[in-house]
């Protein structure tokens, strides 16, 4: 069965941080480009970080550069999103997807279901 699971989400306060990971399983997530996205209510949903399938290369939105790290443990079939210094805009449904190109939502394979991250005091 073909599966990713987020996880790591919560309730933050701005500045502080999370990690998020993405597990995969029943498939081989090496062979793929994993991409960060996240929809917040009433938006649409946007690319926030992808990484190539060996992890040589990454890229990254605007609203979240030299803010978020994405990274990939293929040993682990695993991929994680470490998120520092949040601001209230930063809140939204963050979902992984396992796709053929990065920030191109229309390649990817496989979704998972999204863990909820909420920045606020």
């Known amino acids: 069965q073909v599966q990713l699971v987020e996880s790591g989400g919560g309730l933050v306060q701005p500045g502080g941080s999370l990690r998020l990971s993405c597990a995969a399983s029943?498939?081989?997530?090496?062979?793929?480009?994993m991409n960060w996205y996240r929809q917040a209510p009433g938006k649409d949903r946007e690319f926030v970080a992808g990484?190539?399938?060996?992890?040589?290369?990454?890229n990254y939105a605007d609203s979240v550069k030299c803010r978020f790290t994405i990274s990939r443990d293929n040993a682990k079939n695993t991929v994680y999103l470490q998120m520092s210094s949040l601001k209230r805009e930063d809140t939204a449904v963050y979902l992984c997807?396992?796709?053929?190109?990065?920030?191109?939502?229309?390649?990817?394979?496989?979704w998972g279901q999204g863990t909820q991250v909420t920045v606020s005091s």
């Open positions: 997807s396992a796709s053929l190109r990065m920030g191109m939502p229309n390649t990817a394979r496989y």
């Open positions: 029943g498939f081989t997530s090496s062979s793929y480009v």
């Open positions: 990484i190539t399938s060996g992890g040589a290369f990454t």
